[in-house]
C-alpha cells in the first residue's frame, strides 16, 4: 500500500487493452470496480486513491439484498464468497409501534460491516495488484491524472464530491436535501429481524431502524422530522447528549446495551444530518492533461446518485455501477471508450432513477410517520412494507403468504379476499368491490345525447365486474362541452337517453355515476382522435373561463366570468344535478381538474382575478365551492358526491399537494364524500413525472391528512396495483382507465388470476365468474 489521500485512478486504451485508470476515493465503488477491472485484464495500471487510512471508516454497517449478492457472485465469486461468509443473514422484519410487535418474514436481507466490506475489497485489489493509496486528500483531480497519465479517471469520491461540485457545469447535479434529520449509530445489542420501533414524544415521532451485522453489533439509525429534532433541542446538544437522549429514548429495545458513535471527529449537533438525494443529468465529463487531450472523469456510486437508507440501495447501486462499466469495457473491447461511456451512462442512470423513484417514496414515508399513526399496527405495517411501490400486494404473498392471509382477513373482516374486492359503502349506496371504470371521454354523442354505442361502451364494463361505471364528463349546458362529441345533460332527450343506460347497467348488479363538468377555456375543440385540445377548424361557441386566458396559442380566448355569468352556470349545474337523479344515477362527480371550468378558478396559473374568487386559495375556490354546495342541496342526501380535482398542476407557480390537501378539506367542510385524485393538464406548461401508480401519492396524502375517502387514478394497469393501494389505505378506490377500454371485462378477468391465490371468490363474484368461464369455454 502506498500512503497519500482517497482516490482511485484508470487510464484505459481499449485498442491495446493495455489502460492506466485512476480511482479517485477508495469506497465500495473505486475499490470494486478496479478489482472488477484488473481481474478483467491484468494488464491494466489501476490506482485507486483514498483519503483515509486503510482501516477508517465512519460508518456501521451496510445492508445489501439476497440479489445484490448473487450479482456480486456473478462478477466475482472470490469476493462474494468472503462477503457472504461475513454477513449476518435475516429473513424478517419487526415493527414496534403504540406498545405492539409484529412480524412478517421472506424479505431476505444481510448485514456486514463497512469496515469488514472495504477491507475485503483492499485485500483483493492488493492481490491482484492494484496500487491503493492512503491518506491523500486529492484537491486537483487534473493534476493527479497528469501524475498517473490517466486515461480514465473514475470520481467515486463519495456523497459530497468535489469532482462533481468542481465539474458542475458537465454534470449537471441536482440536489435535494429531505426533512427529516438522522444519526448514524451502533449497539452491542443485537436484533434477529430488521427492526423499526416508533415512539411518540410531547413534540412528534422518532423512528429507529436497526439491523446486526456481526455476531455482537448492529446499527441503530435514529430519525427524526426537523420541526420535532430542533423541539427538543437537539440542535443544542453536544454529540454526546444527543445519543443520551437517543439511548433514553429507545432504551426498551436496547437490552442495556448503549448506542456509540464512531465519529468523534464531529462536534455538537453535526452528527445529526440531513439526508441529500442526488441526481446527475450527465456522469462524464472530459478534461484535459498535457499527455491526453482528452481524458473522461466518470462519476461512480454516491458521487452520481444517492438512494435513501431506508431501502438500503446507497451501497448495492455503488457496486452495480462498478459491475456495469467493468463489463462493458471487457465486452467491447473494439468500441471506441466515448461509445461506452455514453452507454453506461444512458442504461445505469435508468437503472438508478427507478431505485431513486423508490426511494424518494421511502424516504416521504418516514417523513410522514405523523401522517399515518391513526392507523392499527396491522395497517401501518402493511403501508411500511409496502411504502416504496417497489414492494407490492402479491410480493408481499411470496415473501410470507401465511402473514398476508391474516392480513387480509383482519382488513376484510374476516374472510381472506383480495382488497380490491371487498365491498365499500357511503352513504347508502353500497358498491361490490373497490374498482371504478374511470370517466373516459368517447367523442361519440350527437348534440349532447349518449346512444347506442354508450349503452354498449359502458353496459359491457358494468358486466366486466367493476363496482361503479363512470360516465366520461357530461355538461349541463352546450357551449361546455369539450368537443361536439361529449354529452350533455340540459334537455329531455338527453335524461331519457341516459335512463336507457342505467337501466341495464343497475340490471347487472352494478352503480353508475355521473360527472358533471363545465370545459371552460378548453371547449369547443376537436374530437380527440383529430387535434386533441385544439379549437375546431369553424363554428366555434364562445368560452367562458375564470379569466380571459386562452389554453394554448390556438385556442380561442375566453371571456372571464362575471358574477351574471357565475350564477347562470351554477343553476345549469344544478338542474343537471336533479336532471341525473332523475335519470337513476347512483353516483354524483363534479369535475374541479384538468384546466376546466372549476379548475380554472383554482389554479392560480389560470385565475388572475383581482375580485372575491382571486387572489388566495380560499377566494379561488369560492365558485367551485358554490357550485358543490348547490349541487349537493339537491343532490339526495343518501346517495355520495365526489369531487375530481388536480392535486399537483406540475408547473412552476401551480398548486402543489400542500394546496391539494386545503383544497380537499374545503370540499369535506362542504360535504364531499370522495375526492378523486388526479392532477396536471390545467396548464400546457405542466411536466408531470409519471410512473407505475404516480399519483397515488396524492390521494394517500389527502385521504390520511384531511381523513376523507379517496379515488386513486393514474398508471393504475394490475390487480397488484389496486390491491396495494387499497390494503396499504393510501386510497378507498381504484379508478382503471385504458385497461377497461381494452378489455371491457378487466375486473373479472383479474379476479379470475387472483383466484387461484386465495381462499374464496367473494359471492358477489360467483356469477361473474360462471358467466366468465361460460365465455371462456366457447369455441
Known sequence: MVHGQGLTLISLDLNNMDMNILCIGGGPAGLYFALLMKQHQPAHHITVVERNRPYDTFGWGV??????????RAADAHTAQQIGEAFNHWDDIEVFYKGRSMRSGGH???????????????????????????????SDDQALAQQYQADLVIASDGLNSRIRQRYAHSYQPDIDTRDCRFVWLGTHQTFDAFTFAFEETEHGWFQAHAYQYDANTSTFIVETPDEVWRAHGLDQLSQEKGIAFCQRLFAKYLGGHALMSNAAHLRGSAIWIQFPRVICQHWVHWIQTPTQPKVPVVLMGDAAHTAHYSIGSGTKLALEDAIDLSNAFSSQPDADIASVLQAYEARRSVEVLKIQNAARNSTAWFEQVKRYVHMPIEQFTYSLLTRSQRISHENLRLRDRDWLQSYEAWLSGGTVMPPMLMPFQLRDIALKNRIVVSPMATYSAVEGVVGDFHLVHLGARALGGAGLVMVEMTSPTPEGRITPGCPGLWNDTQQHA???????????????GLQLGHSGAKGSTQLGWDSIDEPLPRDNWPLLAASALAYGPNNQLPQAMTPEHMDAVLQAFVHSTQRADAAGFDWLELHCAHGYLLSGFICPLTNRREDAWGGSLENRCRYPLQVFRAMRAVWPSHKPMAVRISAHDWAPGGNTDDDAVQIAALFKQAGCDVIDVSSGQTTRAAKPVYGRMYQTPFADRIRNEVHIATMAVGAISEADHANSIIAAGRADLCAIGRPHLADPNWTLHEAAKLASRHVVWPKPYEAGRDQLYRLQSKP
Open 498 to 512: 341516459f335512463e336507457r343506460i342505467t337501466d341495464f347497467v343497475h340490471q347487472q348488479h352494478t352503480h353508475i
Open 108 to 138: 431476505g436481507f444481510c448485514g456486514i460491516g463497512r469496515k469488514h466490506l472495504l477491507n475485503i475489497l483492499q485485500a483483493r485489489c492488493e492481490s491482484l495488484g492494484v496500487q491503493l493509496v492512503f491518506e491523500q486528500d486529492v
Open 63 to 72: 445492508v445489501l439484498s439476497d440479489q445484490t449478492l448473487e450479482n456480486l
